[in-house]
């Protein structure tokens, strides 16, 4: 068995006046608190803190990243063991889904999903050989007796992990009864929720009149007019911010805003009641949601993040199989520069909105994004996200908007993730990039060391820790 | 005189490690077989194996690379030599021509071009002074004398080259006479036919009905319907695969998809029959037309590549006046993810499909096509494609694509060149700049070595060789 | 007090033979003369030749990439000395608002206005230590005792910064009073105005008619038709010609060309004149008269550029408080092939035409920009502009045309700047970015150290002589 840790320098520029000052500034950053201010674990995790079950379902069934791969090799879904919505027969053995994903980890070179693995593999579960078909059941097998240990179980990893701040994803309507639960543990870990009201906005989606529904019972009032609608937001706001939410998110396809006439609202919102709203109409209805988002953050400070740009549920027969987060979500170019322009010149300028800024669409950092975050005081980038949290996509952020914006305009890191234990790889990784990236400023002379280490520390902590109020 | 020979470590990052590791990789794979799964070389060419003619009509004339740019800096293409359609007077003298090139070969510094050259006039025709205007009657001379003898004969080149196989691109109504006669001849060398019916589904255009015609001829069938019209293209596809095709070539400004209900369809071709067929309809009748070509793949094994894009004859005055592939061809910004979604939601899923996507929009690579390569088993990414194959541009579609798609989702290399004697050049810049790729990550610890080697080999050899059934 | 000067290899590459290559060609380069071929210095600074009054009215409130940055910060315009158009109380102290730019002079780290910044004060200036709060003050008095000496006056730094020819920028219906007192003055240095016609093109904007009624003043004659307009714009181009101009510039939302017919010419003017005219016809109105001023510029000479993609006062609010030019612009993405193909194929093969194109959606420059000027003999590309004036930006500028379009093809470098002190800092920057990217070439083998050499000179001056014929 060869032992193949991932290498001390991984990620940093081999040239040595890089690596020696990317290594110095990652020495600064490497052990500071993570936080965590947007990704998509489950908090029941960490409410009843149950030993996770097995390998595969740790690592393999819930990250998208693994699935998509796999199956984009020809490897059915089922045969990972990714449950169908009519509950056709799945591969039901943990080891056999471990022993699949084993065989074919080689098709992970040179992605960031193999650079999380290997780090969490060694760092988190101390395997010492490098997965492949013929280590896959002892590798297996060490991670199995781990988990049963109590320092594997979620609150532990979380404490081990250093996070100082977790929050995850949750519905409009969620009762947030996990979060709850954790809150009345007594455990001390922060975990909050965020408010996300994208399937309440989705008038033309099949489940919006279910979510609708929802909203209404989790807010204690019935909701027949669209001013009815905002207050129950409203009120779910005021619900999330008591369990410790400090930021909303929101899903869109394009970040159309514009506003809509009261009457117009009460109409589409009429329609959508009645069964009749289509996506023209859907669209319309969540530019001006938009606008009522960003005008009750300016009155109750939760920070506004904007996720636009994925096509979801590309593939239908993926969608209609297995449900979405299988993997085929597609992106699309995407505009900002006039689909915010209403938003922006209602409340841009007013110093209680924060405004994070994701994009699939990497055209548009130095074309739209650094230039609006370079003038607006209420925007914020956020880190490059989903397929672009890459190492060369996270280099590619920094070179395209650091010119324009600088770096106190971005909000930091954010792991995005579902897959708990892969959370401290994905921080390491996004610290060793931006050491590496000031690193390369610094042995271009272009700033100095001093200043390089306090802006290292912005990236890794501060910046995200500010930008969310954490 | 100064021998002027390309630089062994060409293209390679000076860095050492760097430099040490992609040195290393290419040594691997600098003398492998060529793959050349997609061209435009002549097969005429290698049916006659008569010599070339002249250094000027084998390297300047039918190279539209080097036609642009010296257009571009007003050197008239007459006085290149090129023949226009009303026959006016050009250049005849070779020597003239070859001078004028000559003289302006500073322009290419730093273009794949400029490099393809030295590496052919050196490797090939063993010249060791440098193209300039002092030089070019000397040059010129050797490559007389050089073309004379029998090692410079087609195939003898070929063999040479080490081409394991090459593919032309040809008319759906191609009788593929110069492919018959290399199989006729007894030659071993394998030259195959690639399916491209472009000029059958552009009922818009004037062309349209004479192709129609042949294409009818080509058959021994009339075409009076759109299902006889689809009989035909099957039939031809048939036709095709009995000399040797493996994949068929689709050229479309937009890869637009969307099926037409059968009467549409007909009601379409019937227009079209009548000349009055507008670009609208022909847009609709080629996203038509692609569903059947990935339908009929599905049962024949054709590979499909759609080469989106570009702009044809964007300059009327040099279309009018010398005709096609004269330079005036400009790229547009190009959409997938919507377009494609009806034909990968009926076909991407399917084993059966291989279906390779190229682009001249390098926004795409992150944003939409490593993304559906990531997903699709049916995707591949073709090679950076025509503006694209470039040093700059290799090592942007690798940075761009690998950490979504990983390589081995990628389709290896497509010189797509009408310049026969350019082939190894271009193939070996390919390799030169995979290996420095591969030659970073392992310097910058995302790969080992030993992985790194059979990258190497897959980039260069492997992946087209599986991709394209070869 | 710690000497900060900025390091004599930055911007440079720090692998050894990069460096040295680089080195090596900025030093060929660094002493030549600066043309200054577009740019928005007030000619009234050179006519009067007054000192400057103050740090903060020479560096901080003229210059838009200070303001937008700390105003993204939240510091209020008003705080910065900048007038409102409705005379509100804003900071009128210059130390005030010298000292509120000092303490947030970290923003500008590795952003272009930060080197820049570095430079001016170190090079123009003399100043010694590094700018921030605690040195304000300090700062302040020395730059203040330096504008007083006569050294310091706007000619003695025209002389002493090397400019060989600077080009303002002036609307069609300008007297050119100012440039007309410089030649009167008998002073030798080239101050040249260029003929930027937008105002007299927007003919939905609400000064369009005053615009009109000056030209009309300007050229001596009542302008009640279409034709009138056009020949007034013809006499405005030889009054600025004989005034020394050699360009035109154009800036439109996009470069959409398209010819009208007369009577639809005349139809929009008419409509124009009695306050009719939309957006769109604005947008018809200028496709047209971009093909009118290539036609002129195919008679009379000028260059012609076009400035397209910016979406000028996104940020109504701080419009309507503090006017134009105060950073709320944001660009959007921008389509070329399309757009531009009218004109290209009425003048693009014309000899006498020289076309400079700018844009500020990088995505364009290897899909669009560069195979355009590596076909048609009147297009050059523009320098990177504005937001990409960078570091960064003007490497992604060459390794994105010089593949397809060579160097020979681009027009040189452009500061487009306001900030007169500024501009020997732009020029610098920009030679040692193109000294680095060669550099490299040279360290990759791609290109020779004596080609780099002539290269090197062709980027930093010959180019920008050339193409604008200085």
């Known amino acids: 068995m060869k032992d193949t840790a991932p290498h001390e320098d991984r990620g940093f520029d081999p040239e040595p006046s890089v690596r020696r000052a990317a290594r110095a500034l990652y020495e600064e950053t490497r052990g500071l608190p993570i936080i965590s201010p947007h990704g998509h674990v489950d908090p029941h995790l960490l409410a009843d803190n149950e030993p996770f079950p097995d390998p595969a379902s740790l690592i393999v069934t819930p990250d998208h990243y693994i699935l998509r791969m796999l199956y984009a090799h020809g490897i059915p879904l089922e045969s990972l063991g990714v449950a169908t919505r009519e509950d056709a027969v799945v591969e039901t053995d943990p080891r056999a889904i471990w022993q699949r994903f084993a065989e074919h980890a080689f098709l992970f070179l040179a992605t960031p999903t193999g650079a999380w693995l290997d780090h969490e593999l060694r760092e988190v579960f101390g395997i ?58 007594g455990w001390k870990g922060r975990v909050i929720p965020t408010f996300r009201p994208d399937a309440a906005f989705q008038i033309a989606a099949p489940g919006w009149r279910a979510e609708l529904d929802a909203l209404a019972r989790a807010g204690g009032a019935p909701i027949g007019t669209y001013d009815e ?36 609202a009460e109409r589409l919102f009429q329609q959508a009641l009645v069964g009749g709203a289509t996506a023209a109409d859907q669209r ?158 610094v042995a271009r002379h272009v700033i100095g060391m001093d200043d390089a280490r306090r802006m290292a520390r912005a990236l890794a902590y501060d910046l995200a820790k500010q930008t969310y109020k954490l």
């Open 128 to 185: 010492r050989e490098r997965l492949d078909g013929d280590s896959a059941g002892r590798v297996y097998d060490e991670i199995t007796a781990r988990l049963a240990a109590p320092e594997f179980l979620p609150r532990a990893l979380f404490e081990r992990f250093g996070i100082e701040a977790l929050a995850t994803t949750d519905r409009a309507s969620d009762a947030l009864e996990h979060h709850r639960d954790i809150r009345r543990s």
């Open 229 to 264: 609608f905002v207050r129950a937001l409203e009120q779910r706001r005021r619900y999330f911010r008591e369990l410790g939410a400090t930021a909303t998110d929101h899903g869109v396809l394009e970040p159309f805003t514009e506003p809509l006439s009261p009457a117009d």
């Open 284 to 441: 319309r209805f969540e530019g001006q949601l938009l606008l009522e988002m960003a005008r009750l953050s300016t009155a109750d400070g939760l920070v506004m993040q904007i996720h636009p740009g994925a096509l979801r549920n590309h593939s239908r027969m993926v969608f209609d199989r297995f449900g979405p987060d299988r993997g085929g979500d597609i992106p699309i170019a995407t505009e900002f520069t006039r689909n915010l322009r209403p938003l922006l010149n209602a409340y841009g300028n007013d110093p209680r909105l924060t405004l994070v800024l994701f994009t699939l669409d990497e055209s548009t950092y130095s074309r739209e994004l650094a230039p609006l975050a370079g003038h607006y005081p209420a925007v914020r980038l956020g880190a490059p996200w989903w397929f672009h949290d890459s190492m060369q996509g996270m280099m590619r952020f920094r070179e395209r908007t650091t010119e324009t914006a600088g770096i106190y305009k971005t909000a930091g890191f954010t792991d995005d993730t579902r897959a708990f234990c892969s959370i401290p790889a994905r921080h390491d990784l996004s610290r060793r990039i931006d050491a590496n990236f000031l690193g390369g400023l």
